[in-house]
């Protein structure tokens, strides 16, 4: 899929769900943020190192059905929520830009 292409479906989407069991680094959740999409996920894997639940985003169980449920339904009833998932999560993409990134390795570099 083009960036362009998943710009377009970010764009018309309501919010971003990702129900995973493992998860290294989720730049899917990052591309969401940035795209001012409230996130539904789990706590897999490097998930538990960027998310706040209630904060930037919400989480649900693994394959939970009734989980999901009621975590979408939050998002899509409770506009204060909401408004504060889409801001917070922008605050969180916000840390993961590449000029960060570089520097932030030019750091760890120096201190080897």
């Not at 996130?39 to 693994?62: C, F, P, S, W």
């Amino acid at each position: 899929m083009s960036k362009v292409t998943l710009n377009e479906y970010l764009a018309v989407a309501d919010l971003f769900l990702l129900n995973t069991a493992y998860e290294g680094f989720s730049h899917q959740i990052i591309e969401a943020w940035s795209a001012g999409l409230p996130v539904v996920t789990t706590l897999a894997g490097g998930n538990r190192e960027i998310i706040k639940d209630g904060e930037n985003a919400l989480v649900a169980a693994y394959n939970q059905p009734q989980e999901w449920q009621v975590a979408i339904e939050k998002v899509l009833r409770n506009q204060t929520l909401r408004s504060r998932l889409i801001n917070e999560g922008k605050k969180s993409a916000g840390f993961y830009t590449i000029s960060r990134m570089i520097t932030e390795t030019e750091i760890a570099f120096e201190n080897l």
